[in-house]
């Protein structure tokens, strides 16, 4: 059982806004701002979308965007476009380990 | 260009050892903290083991005592010694390193993992 908890699905049509919840507890999204987001397509390496809560890599597109409220970190991606569908996963620090934990995953159709 | 390459990966038997490397180029090895991270087929990520420049180790805690990862600065290159694989070891192993931003548990340069099958 994965320490983050993500939903296993989210789906939207083209051009729609569609969020994806991580939570986690006091102990690692709660209680610090080292929250980050991947993106994987099938058979490829996970491609880091967000870190440190909303900050965005060069060369991700601005229709990716991260924040957090208590123990929840969500990733919203608007403008819902073919290519967002992917699988997601969260990561986050946590005071419990020394690496770092991940979610779950959520898989993203584009309807 | 940064880029990170894996190889090492094999069929093996539970019990048996397999020794995995990732061979990095574009980028001041030294100076970095490098990682492991594996997904077993049709599940999540799992963050492995870390090795930071200072060679400070880290593992999960379900391979501790089990694998034992090194890097060798003078070639450029990072280990993973995995012994007593279980046949839940299974999994894609990717190498991976932070190199944007505050580097606090999260990583921006992949490689494209190499494959470990334990299987009698």
């Known amino acids: 059982q994965s320490a983050l908890t993500q939903p296993a699905s989210v789906s939207g049509s083209p051009g729609q806004s569609i969020t994806i919840s991580c939570t986690g507890t006091s102990s690692d999204v709660g209680g610090y701002n080292y929250v980050s987001w991947y993106q994987q397509h099938p058979g490829k390496a996970p491609k880091l979308m967000i870190y440190?809560?909303?900050n965005r890599p060069s060369g991700v597109s601005n229709r990716f965007s991260g924040s957090k409220s208590g123990n929840t970190a969500s990733l919203t991606i608007s403008g819902l476009q073919a290519e967002d569908e992917a699988d997601y996963y969260c990561s986050s620090y946590t005071s419990s380990s020394t690496l770092g934990v991940f979610g779950a995953g959520t898989k993203v159709t584009v309807l | 260009e940064v880029q990170l390459v894996e190889s090492g990966g094999g069929l093996v038997k539970p019990g048996g050892s397999l020794r995995l490397s990732c061979a990095a180029s574009?980028?001041?090895?030294?100076?970095?903290?490098m990682n492991w991270v594996r997904q077993a087929p049709g599940k999540g990520l799992e963050w492995v083991s870390s090795?930071?420049?200072?060679?400070?180790?880290y593992y999960a805690d379900s391979v501790k005592g089990r694998f034992t990862i090194s890097r060798d600065n003078a070639k450029n290159s990072l280990y993973l010694q995995m012994n007593s694989l279980r046949a839940e070891d299974t999994a894609v192993y990717y190498c991976a390193l932070c190199m944007l931003g505050t580097c606090y548990y999260y990583m921006d340069v992949w490689g494209k993992g190499t494959t470990v099958t334990v299987s009698s």
């Open positions: 440190d809560v909303s």
């Open positions: 574009g980028f001041t090895f030294s100076s970095y903290s």
């Open positions: 090795i930071t420049s200072s060679s400070y180790i």
